[in-house]
Nanobody, 122 residues
Framework: QVQLVESGGGSVQAGGSLNLSCAAASGSTFRINNMAWYRQAPGNEREMVAKIGNGGTTNYGDSVKGRFTISRDYAKNTVYLQMNSLKPEDTAVYYC???????WGAGPYDFWGQGTQVTVSS
C-alpha cells in the first residue's frame, strides 16, 4: 500500500509564495524512484510542474522555471515545492506523484496524492 499526503495549499495574492509538501508512506515492498508535482486547472489537462529523480536531477515546466523549486528529503520520503512570484495563472489543483519499484524490481508504478488547491488572486 502506498499513500501520498499533500499539504500546504491555500490562497495567496499575486507575487506571494507558498510551499507545498508531500509525504510518501509505503510498505517495505516498495522503493521510491522519482517524485513530481503536477497541476490541473479547470478545463485544462494535467501538466507537469516539476520532477526530481532519485539522484536529485530536477526538471521544470517552462511556465514555472525560475519561480518554483522542487526539493526532496530522502530520509523522510517527502518532496517539497517552493513556489515564489505566484501568478493568477498558477491557480490549479496541485498533485503529488511518485513512481515506485518493488524490492524485487517490478515497476515502475505511479501513485498520486489527493491534490491540494492553490489559488492566486490578482
Amino acid at each position: 500500500q502506498v499513500q501520498l499526503v499533500e499539504s500546504g495549499g491555500g490562497s495567496v495574492q499575486a507575487g506571494g509564495s507558498l510551499n507545498l509538501s508531500c509525504a510518501a508512506a509505503s510498505g517495505s515492498t516498495f522503493r521510491i524512484n522519482n517524485m513530481a508535482w503536477y497541476r490541473q486547472a479547470p478545463g485544462n489537462e494535467r501538466e507537469m510542474v516539476a520532477k526530481i529523480g532519485n539522484g536529485g536531477t530536477t526538471n521544470y515546466g517552462d511556465s514555472v522555471k525560475g519561480r518554483f523549486t522542487i526539493s526532496r528529503d530522502y530520509a523522510k520520503n517527502t518532496v517539497y515545492l517552493q513556489m515564489n512570484s505566484l501568478k493568477p495563472e498558477d491557480t490549479a489543483v496541485y498533485y503529488c506523484q511518485a513512481s515506485y519499484y518493488t524490492t524485487w524490481g517490478a515497476g515502475p508504478y505511479d501513485f498520486w496524492g489527493q491534490g491540494t488547491q492553490v489559488t492566486v488572486s490578482s
